[in-house]
T-cell receptor, first 115, second 113 residues
Framework: GAGVSQSPSNKVTEKGKDVELRCDPI?????LYWYRQSLGQGLEFLIY????????KSGLPSDRFSAERTGGSVSTLTIQRTQQEDSAVYLC?????????????FGAGTRLSVL | DAKTTQPTSMDCAEGRAANLPCNHSTISGNEYVYWYRQIHSQGPQYIIHGLKNNETNEMASLIITEDRKSSTLILPHATLRDTAVYYCIVRVGTQGGSEKLVFGKGTKLTVNP
């Protein structure tokens, strides 16, 4: 596609429910990143995938958060037993890691609201 | 923590140049200066990046001081659509590695009619 696509654009859920957020990166991009942005806060790194390498999970805030990337393309971020503090915009970015500059291109994000 | 310091907010008149400063006094020799912006309710958008030479593209110009401890992003003719939060980020720009972006608070630029 022309850009990074994320779905859904908005998600409202009840506390304790599980949610899945999807990211379709730019075709051919080998690197994929998840960030989140809480209200009035800066962007916070969550996890990074690069090809077949083990993902860098250093930014995941708790074991309720997990992500996978199937076939080196689409990625899903899963939050189990959601809490109100999980409410944020979740942003996905992709880059062609082999290119000089390693510019990351972002999707529009998924706005998650936990009631 | 972010390695950069930026003013919290700036104002600019429409049609005038917007000059956004950034201090990065601890920048390493292999680190680039990147600029992104985030328009309200959108994901961050890449603007420009550079190592030590000044750079220009269709969106902006980047001026990096000779000692590389600071830089300025220049939007030559600001429009209302340039109202956004502008982030200055330093990171290694080479391929490979987990080069996540570390965002600070950025500068909220408001372009006024």
């Amino acid at each position: 596609g022309a850009g990074v696509s994320q779905s859904p654009s908005n998600k409202v859920t009840e506390k304790g429910k599980d949610v899945e957020l999807r990211c379709d990166p730019i075709s051919g991009h080998t690197a994929l990143y998840w960030y989140r942005q809480s209200l009035g806060q800066g962007l916070e790194f969550l996890i990074y995938f690069q090809g077949n390498s083990a993902p860098d999970k250093s930014g995941l805030p708790s074991d309720r958060f997990s992500a996978e990337r199937t076939g080196g393309s689409v990625s899903t971020l899963t939050i189990q037993r959601t809490q109100q503090e999980d409410s944020a915009v979740y942003l996905c970015a992709s880059s062609h890691a082999g290119a000089l500059g390693n510019i990351q291109y972002f999707g529009a994000g998924t706005r998650l609201s936990v009631l | 923590d972010a390695k950069t310091t930026q003013p919290t907010s700036m104002d600019c008149a429409e049609g005038r140049a917007a000059n956004l400063p950034c201090n990065h006094s601890t920048i390493s020799g292999n680190e680039y200066v990147y600029w992104y912006r985030q328009i309200h309710s959108q994901g961050p958008q890449y603007i420009i990046h550079g190592l030590k030479n000044n750079e220009t593209n269709e969106m902006a110009s980047l001026i990096i001081t000779e000692d590389r401890k600071s830089s300025t992003l220049i939007l030559p003719h600001a429009t209302l659509r340039d109202t956004a939060v502008y982030y200055c980020i330093v990171r290694v720009g080479t391929q490979g590695g987990s080069e996540k972006l570390v965002f600070g608070k950025g500068t909220k630029l408001t372009v006024n009619p």
